[in-house]
């Protein structure tokens, strides 16, 4: 083969291939509309995270609050509670 046939050729593909590169194809609408989709989509699923994030936030709050109450009812049981001497004195 004619080498000036070779490098045009490779020249023609060249040019084609940087016009499709610019273009995007003819695909490029299509692509676009699921780029779209796959951005709403990631927005859904924050908001969907963030729900689900503060319902274990509200979770654990009430959590740390019954261990508050807990904590208090066992501190006020150990006042209740006598000392040996004074059940002895109380049995004497």
């Not at 070779?6 to 040019?15: D, E, G, H, P």
């Not at 676009?32 to 995270?49: E, M, Y």
């Amino acid at each position: 083969m004619d080498p000036t046939l070779i490098a045009a050729v490779l020249a023609f593909v060249a040019i084609g291939g940087i016009g499709l590169a610019f273009t995007g194809g003819a695909n490029q609408p299509a692509m676009g509309s699921k780029r779209v989709k796959a951005v709403a989509n990631a927005r859904a699923t924050s908001k969907t995270k963030q729900s689900a994030d503060t319902a274990a936030l509200k979770r654990r709050q009430s959590t740390q609050e019954a261990l508050k109450e807990l904590s208090a009812n066992e501190k006020q049981s150990r006042k209740r509670r006598h000392s040996i001497k004074g059940l002895i004195a109380q049995a004497a």
